[in-house]
């Protein structure tokens, strides 16, 4: 049963010229003939998206007066809008997108028939809607033909909220309104918003039913009971990691982990085209073709070949793909229980080692720190790596209290007996602007070898700070970086940046009250 402004919503649309569940190429054409964007020599569609081309994280919104009010973490992530705001900007929207043409997308957020939503994106411009096609579950002609749509997301890049008149900080706004099913993402162009919108959405509806929502990527060995989690920000190496030859990719950013197992929430890969390089990733590289949108990426106006190493307009590249276009990807995203579980972050600080083995104290403590470095370009403003604190590594994404997905995974990795391991993909040698990122190489052999339980019974000393064991040794790897106080050319300055990075933890986790013992055994010792 529809809501009223739902019912409003489907009289628009009725008025619109409305071009429904197109196919790729469809969207592809539309967009050419409107000038939205250009092929590339690899048949991807390039755009650019203005001014914003990351996140805009001060400008999300819940409504106040709403019955879920209790259940949202209010704050400087989840902030209040009133019901006079909302209703006044879903108004002028709709006054907005009257007698334009619209494209409308019908799909699913969930691999999962179980426990899927079914959602209906409505945009106003062809290639955000080629993107909620490649993002989202796509469903079959059968299942269109008795689709019913649960959520409504509407996208209006190009209207712009009034801060006074609508309750919004700027002109971008991303408004929920549970109680109507409804979300507005308007102001800016950037896709990822959309996509980050749903997630939120999907966070707040999956716990609810005892499901764990994760902000991770997902792959598989040749067995069904051979599955890894890859948690980690944007930047850190969720989908890099993730796409591995030797492994089959559920997905690469969103999963949902129920008493079945886990399971893709997108039907789609949103990769960070940054330096991209056909052998470090060829998998990306090569799902870079006719279906595939490029966002901000510089493309040679003679040749239409884009150039991956330019940051002309943001390093926040990006490319949008469905997920069929690696090879021997897991369709539908489904599989079992994870066995192993790998925190990524992004030391700014030069501290962390490549690996570390985390007990199951260790792993709340870090899941709930959630320490990372904030990467240029994924949110405005950030113009080199940032140290940041964000909860079940998704703060951003997060309506509910921290507690409520911590809990949920430490009963997860409790009941499977999963092995969690915190990985840095970020600075060695000394801080950002002295020393220099691990080898990519380096850490998929240290991720390899905890996939084959190579590491298992290694030698392992314990870091005096944090507490953890790392390896003295892995196959493929130097030794020499295992130890991060060795990398650097004068140990002492490690010393006082690890009890600097330490201090920050304790300071950091103040906000948790009432936590465990336990797990505040897991604080590092300074």
């Known amino acids: 049963m529809h809501s009223t402004k739902q ?25 050419l003939s409107h000038g939205e964007g250009s092929l590339t020599s690899t048949g991807a569609l390039s755009v650019t998206t203005g001014k914003y081309t990351g996140r805009s994280p ?12 209790q259940d949202i973490n209010w704050g400087d992530i989840n902030q209040a809008m009133r019901k006079e705001h909302f209703d006044q900007l879903f108004d002028d929207v709709l006054n907005y997108l009257d007698g334009k043409e619209l494209y409308i997308f019908d799909g699913y957020a969930g691999a999962d028939p179980n426990y899927r939503l079914n959602l209906r994106v409505i945009n106003e411009l062809a290639w955000q809607n080629l993107f909620a096609h490649q993002l989202l579950v796509r469903p079959t002609d059968n299942e269109l033909s008795t689709f019913s749509c649960d959520y409504h997301i509407i ?26 099913k409804i979300i507005i993402v308007g102001g800016t162009s950037y896709a990822g918003e959309i996509k980050k919108a749903i997630f939120t959405l999907i966070n707040f509806v999956l716990p609810k039913s005892n499901i764990l929502s994760m902000h991770c990527s997902a792959n598989v060995g040749r067995t069904n009971d051979d599955v890894a989690l890859f948690f980690g920000l944007s930047g850190t190496g969720k989908t890099t990691l993730s796409a591995d030859p030797d492994r089959r990719l559920i997905g690469d950013d969103e999963h ?3 008493q079945d197992g886990i399971f893709n929430i997108e039907g789609g890969c949103y990769a960070k085209c940054i330096g991209l390089d056909p052998d470090d990733e060829p998998q990306i590289w090569n799902a870079i073709r006719f279906g595939s949108v490029l966002e901000n990426v510089i493309v040679d106006e003679t040749t239409r070949e884009p150039d991956f190493s330019a940051n002309d307009l943001t390093e926040n590249t990006r490319s949008a793909y469905p997920i069929e276009y690696i090879p021997d990807s897991v369709i539908p995203g489904t599989a079992g229980h994870p066995g192993n579980i790998f925190f990524l972050t992004a030391d700014a ?9 985390l007990n199951n104290e260790q792993a709340m403590y870090h899941f709930l720190s959630g320490y990372t470095s904030k990467l240029a370009g994924t949110e405005r403003g950030i113009k080199e790596p940032e140290a940041t604190f964000s909860e079940c590594f998704g703060a951003p994404f997060l309506p509910l209290p921290p507690l409520v997905y911590a809990n949920m995974l430490g009963e997860r990795i409790n009941k499977h007996q999963s092995k969690v391991y915190l990985i840095n993909t970020g600075w060695t040698g000394g801080p950002y602007g002295v020393g220099h990122r ?13 996939l084959q339980g190579q590491l298992d019974d290694i030698p392992c ?8 064991d790392v390896p003295l040794m892995c196959p493929g790897v130097p030794e020499s970086i295992l130890t991060p106080r060795q990398t650097w050319q004068n140990p002492d300055d490690y010393d006082k940046q690890a009890r600097r990075l330490a201090l920050s933890f304790k300071e950091n986790f103040k906000k948790f009250h009432k936590m465990s013992a336990n797990i505040l055994t897991a604080s590092p010792a300074v």
């Open 7 to 31: 019912t409003n919503l489907l009289k628009l649309i009725g008025k619109c010229r409305a071009n429904c569940n197109c196919h790729a190429p469809q969207l592809i054409e539309f967009s």
């Open 58 to 69: 001060n400008d999300k919104f819940f409504l106040r007066e709403s019955k879920y009010s």
């Open 155 to 180: 996208c209006v890049p190009e209207f712009k909220a009034e801060p006074q008149k609508h309750g919004t900080n700027s002109e971008a706004v991303i408004a929920v309104n549970l109680d109507e």
């Open 256 to 258: 949902g982990w129920s």
């Open 349 to 357: 600080f030069g501290v962390l080692p490549p690996l570390a083995k």
């Open 438 to 450: 691990f080898k990519l190489a380096h850490t998929r052999a240290l991720i390899k070898a905890a």
């Open 461 to 468: 000393r314990k870091d005096p700070i944090f507490g953890f």
